[in-house]
Structure formats: structure tokens, C-alpha cells
């Protein structure tokens, strides 16, 4: 992403008032070597003023332990080869089985459009495919 693009992301999020770093935990959740839109999104996140917590490959117990473990605001999951409804509904039980319900998730990579409705339902309040905006990413987390 553009230089310009991460200046402007910083400014819009520096105006939503908040007082502590948001704290965002980026992950992915199935072994899958399309990582680098990710890498891009943890660098951006984290040139926009956000505290970024990086894992790779967990399972979705794990990746709520980590949230907790970690104070995560955020959890950004990359899917790119399938699994994401599982991931959706595993990382969803687990957050509830814990009386977690200020986590946001959100998720990025290759979401087939007709799974979107599922996930929101669930819980997921934003889904960012390829060539998605840092901003779009910015608003859904400070949202």
C-alpha cells in the first residue's frame, strides 16, 4: 500500500478519539503459505497508530487464548484455502464460551460471496477481500 494511503489511515483513525492503542491479533488459521496480505495488513494496521499482535497457523482455541492472553481489541483471521465458516463458528463458540463480547473479528483473503451472510450473522463484523482497503480495515475495527 501507498505511503499516502497509510498517512491517510493514520489521520482517520487519530480522529475516532481513541486514548490507548487499539490491540489487533492477525492471524491465520489452517496451514496456508498466502501470507503475505496479511504481512501487508500488520504493517499497515500497525503504521496507523494500531498495537499488532502476528501468529501464524493456529488453531481457532488458540487464537482466542492468544486474544485474551494478549488484550486484543480485534481479531483478524486470513483465510485463502477454505475453512473460514469453521473458523467462523469455532472462534465464535470460543469467545462466547469465555462471556468474551467486546472481541470484534474480522477476516480477510478469499471469501466466496454466498459465506458473507453466514459470517455476519455469526458475528464477524468485517470481510476484506484481495485489494481491500487499509481504510475499509481501519473503520471496521474502530467502528
Do not use: W
Not at 9 to 19: C, F, P, V
Not at 44 to 66: C, D, H
Not at 79 to 92: D, K, N
Amino acid at each position: 500500500m501507498a505511503e499516502g494511503t497509510t498517512n491517510q489511515a493514520k489521520e482517520e483513525y487519530g480522529r475516532s478519539g481513541q486514548d490507548r492503542k487499539i490491540r489487533v491479533l492477525l492471524t491465520k488459521s489452517r496451514m496456508d503459505a498466502h501470507d503475505r496480505g496479511i504481512r501487508d495488513v500488520a504493517k499497515e494496521l500497525s503504521n496507523a497508530g494500531m498495537e499488532v499482535v502476528f501468529t501464524r497457523y493456529a488453531l481457532p482455541e488458540e487464537i482466542v487464548k492468544t486474544a485474551i492472553q494478549e488484550g486484543s481489541d480485534v481479531i483478524g483471521v486470513s483465510c485463502s484455502t477454505g475453512g473460514h465458516l469453521y473458523v467462523t463458528e469455532r472462534i465464535q463458540d470460543c469467545l462466547e464460551k469465555e462471556g468474551i463480547k467486546e472481541i470484534k473479528v474480522i477476516f480477510g483473503g478469499i471469501i466466496p460471496d454466498v459465506d458473507v451472510p453466514k459470517m455476519k450473522e455469526r458475528g464477524v463484523v468485517g470481510i476484506f477481500g484481495p485489494g481491500s482497503s487499509v481504510q475499509e480495515i481501519i473503520r471496521a475495527i474502530t467502528e
